[in-house]
């Protein structure tokens, strides 16, 4: 067994900040720890926490923490921090920490970046995932800001999705635009203190009429996380979700069609890694102006047909 993972059995909380370090770094060997990550998964519960730029998650969240640990559970939070060189600090001058669990055994969080891997962040966002599964947490939620198509990516991995959103913010419209309606398990109205919550809701309802006929019983949370209000209705409706998922074959049919692309996506990024090393080792430039699928394909067929001359020798 890897050893970061032996010495994750022993409690040893280095060791899993060191091994989500791997993924995120996409180390050469995090394979072999990753396979023994996934033999020593345990049972955790998958939240994902989505919204805005400010809707509010991170408060929800530390109010989710304190209420989660009320019932005697462990819980570990991966907050995705797309953060680009353009919109850096400049939205989250306002933003809450969630730094008053600190110093709780039974509470890790670990905000995640990442370079390197295909995948990107989903990828590495779900290998962290696993990790603290393993380490025994007995809920994971992951933050994201919900806006692109890899925060789409990241929300597969979770059993239930919660969609924060706040009253008078055209949040609705952006974001049934962009897909994220129909992977939300739940709708939470934050900052439900604000003008303009029944407003929302009515909207809320009428969409999620439009989008699918079972979503219908997609429930509707409102909270107000200064207050720390509705957050006990939210947890029971994400407890109800769950059930849901394992009473039901859907939860095992998630997964299961998840690992299928996960699978896919592990050969391509072998692929990928195989043709970048023979692409750099003979010196094959790629041109920025030319055209880049013919670019692509001659690589592709001169590693290909390396690969069989190297076979048939
Ligand atoms: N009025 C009101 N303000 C809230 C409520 N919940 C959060 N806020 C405020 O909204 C701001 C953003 O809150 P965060 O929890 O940082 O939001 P976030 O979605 O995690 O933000 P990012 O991670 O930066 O995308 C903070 O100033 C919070 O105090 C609420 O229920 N009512
Ligand atoms: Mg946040």
Known sequence: MHHLVEQMKQKDIRALARAITMVEN?????LDMLSDVFASQKNARYIGI???????????????????RNEDKTVAVIAVDPT????????????????????????????MATRGSLGGLACA??????????????????ETVGVGQSELDIMKIVDTTALVLTPNSGDVLQIFKAGIMEIADLFVINKADLDGVGKLKGLLKELVMMTSKEAQKTPIVKTITTENKG???????????????????EGRK???QQQELEVYELIRE?????VKTYAENERLTIKADDDPYKQAQA???????????????
């Open 26 to 30: 996409d180390h050469p060997d995090k």
């Open 50 to 68: 989505t919204g805005s730029p400010g809707a509010g998650k991170s408060s929800l969240v530390n109010r989710l923490i304190s209420h989660i």
């Open 84 to 111: 680009s060189p353009f919109s850096g600090g400049a939205l989250l001058g306002d933003r809450v920490r969630m730094n008053e669990h600190f110093t709780d055994n039974g509470v890790y969080i670990r905000s």
């Open 125 to 142: 966002t779900k290998d962290a995932v696993r990790i603290c599964d393993a380490y025994g947490f007995d809920v994971v939620i992951v």
């Open 231 to 249: 957050i006990d209705t939210l947890w029971e409706k994400i407890n109800e979700h769950y059930d849901y998922l394992y009473r039901t074959e």
């Open 254 to 256: 998630r997964r299961k």
């Open 270 to 274: 072998e692929i990928w890694r195989e």
């Open 299 to 313: 690589i592709y067929q001169q590693w290909k047909q390396e690969r069989g001359r190297l076979n048939d020798a």
